[in-house]
Nanobody, 129 residues
Framework: QVQLVESGGGSVQTGGSLRLSCVAS????????MAWFRQAPGKSRERVAS????????YYADSVKGRFTISHDKAENTLYLQMNMMEPEDTAMYYC??????????????????????WGQGTQVTVSS
């Protein structure tokens, strides 16, 4: 099983930056699909970005391409989401999620929240105009 602990949420002005962190406790010899989701009030939870810890292409939602960067630090067992040029539309609760990863292509295609096994507690991100 995996336990995920998030940090880094907060408030920022339009055009500013935030960096979210998610520390994962897991078998370090296993590969995982790790992702960031977000959910605004009254909206469905959507995948923002994902990465396969075994290597391969990353996934980004069209709405964040060119602005957000997902990365994984193997040594620290930590997932990051660097958010730049933030917009009010980025305001949401952000969640870190993890699933056992079979391949990079499997991870790239898995956008449904139900496909992920473990979740962080969520961290609020607010972007003011």
């Amino acid at each position: 099983q995996v336990q995920l602990v998030e940090s880094g949420g907060g408030s920022v002005q339009t055009g500013g930056s935030l960096r979210l962190s998610c520390v994962a406790s897991r078998n370090t010899f296993s590969t995982y699909c790790m992702a960031w989701f977000r959910q605004a009030p009254g909206k469905s939870r959507e995948r923002v970005a994902s990465i396969y810890t075994g290597g391969g292409d990353t996934y980004y939602a069209d709405s964040v391409k060119g602005r957000f960067t997902i990365s994984h630090d193997k040594a620290e067992n930590t997932l990051y989401l660097q958010m730049n040029m933030m917009e009010p539309e980025d305001t949401a609760m952000y969640y870190c999620a993890s699933a056992f990863g079979f391949s990079d292509s499997w991870c790239y295609s898995r956008g449904e929240p139900s496909k992920y096994d473990d979740w962080g507690q969520g961290t609020q991100v607010t972007v003011s105009s």
